[in-house]
Structure formats: C-alpha cells, structure tokens
C-alpha cells in the first residue's frame, strides 16, 4: 500500500501504523473442515517533508531532465549517422586508395619488368659483342667427353700481334748493334798510326776477297766509320729501343686492362647461362611481395636474385635455396635446420657493417628463400682479382670497418664467432676499396652461449668446414678432444685479409688447393710469416699483421684487443711521458720515436 502523505501540521499525531488486533492467527473449525483465517495486510505510513510545489518543482526538474537526455540521444544519435557515414564515406575512400595502390603496384611491377626485360637484352647483346672483341667458349671434344675452351677474341689477338712486331723490331736493332760495333772505329790511342796498320788491313782484304783471277766474289769487311758517324748510329738505335720499351710497356697495360674486362665478360657470360637455365627467370612474384628482376649469382644449392620489394618500395637481395630433390629427408631436414639457425642469428643483428636479413619464407618442402639487404657493388675477392692489391690506406680502411663489425658481433649477447671472414663474404657497397663495407654469410658462425663457451673457448663441432686458407692453426689440430676455438679465429682471418689487400697473395697456401693444404699441413707448419719485399708496407702494418697472424692462440690477439689496437686508432701520436693521446698538430711537444707514430 503506497505511503500515506501528511502534512507537516499533522507530522505530531497518532503513531504512523495501525494494525488490527485478532486473537489468533490460526484456523477455525466447522465439523470435520478446518476454515483457514485470511492474513492480516498490514502498512506502513512513511511521513515526509514534501509539498506539492516541491514535487511540481521535483517533477519539472526532472522533465527536462529528461527531455535534455532525450535531445542528448538523439544528438548521438544524429552524431552516430554522421559517423557512420563517414566510416561508409572513408571506407569507399580507402577501397578507392586500395584500388589506386594495387594500380600503382601494378604499373611499378610492370615498369619494373620492362626496365628489367631490357637491361637483360642490353646486357645479352652486349655480350654477343664483345664475344668478338674478347672471347668466348668453344666446345671442344675429348674422347667421349666434351669440354669448354676459351678462345680469345680480336683485341688480344690484336696485341699479340703487336707485341710480336715490338719483339721483331728489337730483335732487328739488336742485330745491327752487333753490326754497328764492328764497325766502331778504333781508339784514339791506335788512331795515331794509320800508317802501319794501313798495309796489313788491305794484305786482310785480298785474302778475304781472294785473288784476282778469283771466280767467288767474298763481301768486304765493314767499313770503319768515324766517331761521330758511330756515336750518331747508337743513339738512333738507343731511341728506337727506348720507343719500343715504352710501347711494349702501353702493349702490357693495355692488355692487363683487356684481362680485367675479359674477366668481366666471363663472369657476365656464366651469369646469363645460369640464368637462362634458371626456373625464376620469368619475374616472379615470391610470397607475393618480392618481384624477381635479374639472377645475381649461383652457388652451390642456391641462387641470388635481386629483386624489388613491392611493400617496402625498395631493392633486396633474394637467396633461393633449393635442395636436390634427391636428397633423403633426413639431408633435408638438416640443410634447412642449418639455414633456420643462420636465419635466427642473422636476423637479430643490426649494425651498418653487417647485412641485414629482412626476411624468411618458404616456397615449397623443397625451396626456401632469405631475403637480405641489397648492395650494388661486387664483393672483396672480385676486387682482388680485377686489381691484384690495394694501397694500405684503402686496405687499413677496409680492416677498420671488419673489425668494427667484429666487436658488434663480441658485445651482443650471446656473443658470435663469424668463423667464415674471406674476401668473398666482404661486399664492397660502391665497388670500390675507398668506400664502405658490409659483412655477409653467417652460415658457419658459432654462438658463445655460456653452455658451450669456457675460459679456454668452446668445442669446434665442424672441423673441415670454412675456407681453408683463412682459418688458423688451432682449426686444424686433430686429436681425441675437439679443438677449442675463440673469437681468435675471426682475428687470424683479419690478418690473412689484410694480407692479401696489401701484397695481391695469401701469406700461407697461395698456389695450393684446399685438399693440398689439408694434406700438406700448411697451415699447421705456418709458424711464422714471411712479408715479400716490393710493394712496401709500413713497419706498423707489419706489425699489426704479425699480432694477427700469432701461431699460438695464447700470444694471438682477440677482438677487443684488436679493435683498441694503435694501428688502427686515429691519426693520433702517443706521448712519451704519459699515456695520453695528443691529436697531431696541436700544441708543441717533444716529437716521439718513429714507432710510436702511427701512419695512416
């Protein structure tokens, strides 16, 4: 029952609930049916301060209380429309940019394909040209088998040429030197008395030419010239030997140069037989972001394409590996556990000095693909070939970045072995020594985890592998325990790089193969290094070479070591009398010996 309303004159009077009094809640009898009793409604009375005029107020308030929710909804509402045509309207607009996008991705990968379609034909013809000016392979038969021959084209056939009509020349000056001499007049000491020696030279003559009635005409002995006329022949043909050297000596380099090219013309021949022969050679789109442009490079199992990244808009450097078919699913499984591992290691490094690795997919359970950083320029070891050697301050600049890249690789955690540094795996980012490097291939590379590294290094579990002239001698000792290696390892190979940038030939094995170095010991018989005598080479680089190049891994130095090493600080000098570095040029101090100048 609602509460009754009083009025505050009444708020004094009776009690506020009433109830009826009943003897007893329970039923009553009539003969044999008990009649149940209804309850009791009780209520309660609740007195309150109220007016009609507080209540017309209470209720007004809340009107437009309610009237004010009621326009709030209806602004949200009428806001929620709005929003949900903008969301209509920006969703037309982002499937108009989607479709725009796809356009555009559609005509980049169109142009890139025409770009590419045409550089491959420029690059075909250009071959087919200098197949005549250069050389090319001729298949030539042996027995059963079938073999390649180069045979070089008109421009070194052009030079020998030349060089054999130089060779002729000088073989003719030379004859007639011989000649000339016998007709160099006598010395001033015999000239004084012509007289006497007049009558027997001309008895010489008739015995030579025989007598008169002599039918054989024998040819005179030369004639004597003068001084002059003598002096005068021999310069003439001193000039003419002199014009000779110096154009055997363009003929040479001409030809060195020619040699330089032909290399380039080799390489380029193999590229397009390998991507002629190539599966992906048609610009395929892999994992539907990575359009294949052009083949790179082959190796053993894979092939490198670069390519073009539809998502990022930038170049990369695609790895295709592909295991033969062939192979057992145990050689599978454990080539692409290799590869995953070499991906999980790559991918966690960032550094300027190391290529990055952006990404890994699959294609088939045969074919996965590493897609890597793109760099223009050709890697170390072609360098080498093309120019022999470089000068020491391009080879310090060279080293100084290695080593930069190799304390990255020791301050990470856990820190990592590359075990791999070679020419090869050094890519020169311009192509040139002057300029920047990266590091690549981290596919035998170790990690220093501290379940496997102790105080004396840790286990060499894949002795035999790597490139043999670059490894130390610890990498070679067999016994019943397995090496311990460091990253002294990566140190000795500094030393060896090193080496042959400066000198154009490995210190140990140069002409050997890595069978004859592995038979032959040589690496373990590489007690010392020996350092030709031409080109020069400072006394400080020899020195950094010889702390590299350290038999025993004890004396050797270690990464840090080497990256704190003199040689490769600054141009700066080192005081006499303390240890602090003073840059050249400032103020006045006594000049310190030669060795502890350190030349750039």
């Not at 020998?160 to 007709?183: F, G």
């Not at 110096?246 to 060195?256: C, F, G, M, P, V």
């Not at 390892?489 to 002409?511: A, E, M, T």
Request: with cysteine; net charge positive.
């Amino acid at each position: 029952m609602p509460p009754a309303i009083r009025s505050p004159q009444n708020s004094h009077s009776a009690p506020s609930s009433v109830r009826q009094n009943s003897p007893s809640p329970t039923a009553l009898s009539f003969g044999d049916h008990p009649v149940t009793q209804p309850k009791q409604l009780s209520f309660k009375i609740t007195q309150t301060d109220l007016t009609m005029l507080k209540l017309t107020a209470l209720e007004s308030n809340k009107n437009q209380d309610l009237e004010k929710k009621e326009g709030r909804i209806d602004d949200l509402l009428r806001a929620n429309c709005d929003l949900r045509r903008q969301i209509d309207e920006q969703q037309k607009l982002l499937e108009k940019y989607k479709e725009r996008l796809n356009k555009c991705i559609s005509m980049s990968k169109k142009l890139l394909i025409e770009k590419s379609t045409q550089e491959k034909l420029a690059s075909r013809e250009k071959s087919m040209q200098d197949r005549l000016r250069l050389g090319h392979f001729t298949t030539v038969r042996h027995g059963a088998s079938f073999t390649e021959q180069w045979t070089d084209g008109f421009a070194f056939q052009n030079l020998v040429k030349q060089q054999e009509w130089v060779n002729q020349q000088r073989e003719d000056i030379e004859r007639q030197r011989k000649l000339l001499a016998k007709r160099k007049p006598p010395s001033t000491n015999n000239s004084q008395a012509p007289s006497a020696n007049s009558e027997p030279k001309q008895r010489k003559n008739k015995a030579v030419n025989g007598a008169e009635n002599d039918p054989f005409v024998r040819p005179n002995l030369p004639q004597l010239l003068t001084l002059a006329e003598y002096h005068e022949q021999e310069e003439i043909f001193k000039l003419r030997l002199g014009h000779l050297k110096k154009e055997e000596a363009e003929i040479q380099a001409e030809l060195e140069r020619l040699e330089r090219v032909r290399n380039l013309h080799i390489r380029e021949l193999k590229r397009i037989n390998n991507e002629d022969n190539s599966q992906f050679k048609d610009h395929p789109t892999l994992n539907e972001r990575y359009l294949l442009l052009h083949l790179l490079g082959r190796g053993g199992f894979s092939e490198v394409y670069k390519a073009f990244d539809l998502y990022e808009q930038r170049y990369a450097a695609v790895k295709i590996h592909q295991l033969n078919k062939s192979w057992r699913d145990e050689k599978k499984e454990n080539y692409h556990k290799h590869a995953c591992r070499e991906y999980r290691i790559h991918k966690e490094l960032d550094h300027p000095r190391i290529v990055k690795l952006y990404d890994y997919f699959s294609l088939d359970t045969d074919t996965f693909c590493t897609v890597l950083e793109y760099c223009e320029g050709n890697d170390l070891d072609f360098y080498l070939k093309q120019h022999k050697l470089m000068t020491e301050k391009e080879a310090r600049s060279i080293v100084m970045q290695i080593v930069n890249a190799l304390r990255y690789l020791n301050e990470i955690k856990p820190p990592i072995i590359h075990y791999d540094l070679k020419p090869g795996n050094i890519l020169l980012v311009d192509g040139t020594a002057c300029g920047e490097i990266k590091i690549t291939d981290f596919g035998l590379s170790k990690i220093m985890d501290d379940d496997s590294y102790g105080v004396d290094g840790m286990d060499l579990t894949s002795q035999g592998a790597g490139t043999y002239w670059y490894l130390p001698p610890e990498c070679f000792v067999v016994g019943k325990e397995p090496p311990k290696i460091s990253n002294k390892v990566d140190v000795w190979s500094v030393g060896v790089i090193f080496f042959q940038c400066l000198y154009g030939r490995k210190p140990f094995g140069h002409n050997q193969s890595q069978q004859d170095i592995l038979q032959e010991n040589t690496i373990l018989k590489a007690t010392e290094v020996q350092f030709p005598v031409k080109p020069v080479v400072s006394n400080e680089a020899k020195a950094f070479i010889r702390r590299c190049l350290a038999y025993r891994k004890e004396d050797r130095f270690d990464v840090h070591q080497l990256a704190n090493d003199a040689y490769l600080l600054p141009h700066m000098r080192r005081s006499n009398s303390s240890g602090n570095l003073h840059m050249t040029g400032l103020a006045a101090s006594p000049t310190p010996p030669i060795s502890s100048i350190i030349p750039y």
